[in-house]
């Protein structure tokens, strides 16, 4: 079975220009997750979807970020304009379960975005 | 203050050595606890997980919860080189923020031959 999948693995833009990160869950699971860590930071949680709709978007920074998840499959995340302080790793994950007990969550490989 | 404090290390130890991993928290509110191993360039792979507080064991894992203490502990016996790796705590609070996974920092741990 295919793990969860992202791409770019690495993106490099300048600041001001836009940029989407694309996540392809496991299949058949309705939750999906967006996580970045910033350098020196602790992985920070972004927002989670429940097949398309947005469950919880607490965790994004600004209106710089939108997120979307067309049919409840893949899930983009871009990011317009782009700011230096948005480089980072991106990571996404899913699950099948939706609550916590249970809830084991698959990352990504993540995507490596570093903005000039 | 961080919800979740963990020291980055690094860590190095020999082959065979235990190792200790900690974090602590801040928020009573959490009752799942997870540890998650991330080799390089890959993304966190879960590796134990607990609901409250108490002993785990798998292999050569146990994670300790000891909530008085707001403290949570992985033990690694007999490591490996292959147990190099960044090793992160995340836990999720009760109720509904399912799946909400707060992270410390991760310790980067060496096992030299």
């Known amino acids: 079975e295919a793990g969860v999948t992202q791409f770019p693995s690495h993106s490099v833009i300048e600041k001001g220009q836009t940029v989407t990160l694309r996540c392809d869950p496991i299949?058949?699971?309705?939750?999906l997750y967006w996580y970045r860590r910033v350098m020196g930071k602790e992985i920070k949680f972004l927002l989670h979807?429940?097949?398309?709709?947005?469950?919880?978007e607490s965790g994004m920074p600004n209106n710089r970020f939108l997120a979307e998840r067309t049919g409840g499959t893949y899930s983009t995340l871009k990011v317009q304009p782009a700011e230096l302080e948005d480089s980072g790793v991106y990571f996404c994950?899913?699950?099948?379960?939706?609550?916590?007990?249970?809830?084991?969550?698959?990352f990504g490989p993540g995507t490596r975005l570093t903005v000039l | 203050q961080k919800e979740v404090e963990q020291d980055p290390g690094p860590l190095s130890v020999p082959e065979g050595a235990i190792v200790s991993l900690n974090c602590t928290y801040s928020n009573s509110a959490f009752q799942y606890f997870m540890w998650y191993r991330q080799y390089s360039r890959k993304g966190p792979e879960l590796l134990m997980y607990?609901?409250?507080?108490g002993n785990k064991e798998d292999g050569r894992f146990t994670a300790q919860v000891d909530k008085s203490s707001k403290y949570i502990s992985l033990f690694i016996r007999d490591s490996q080189p292959s147990d190099s790796a960044t090793y992160l705590c995340a836990m999720i609070p009760g109720g509904t923020s399912y799946g909400k996974l707060t992270f410390g920092q991760g310790t980067i741990l060496t096992v030299h031959p």
């Open positions: 994950a899913s699950s099948q379960a939706a609550r916590a007990s249970g809830d084991t969550q698959y």
């Open positions: 299949s058949g699971h309705d939750n």
């Open positions: 607990t609901y409250s507080s």
């Open positions: 979807f429940v097949k398309e709709s947005k469950q919880d």
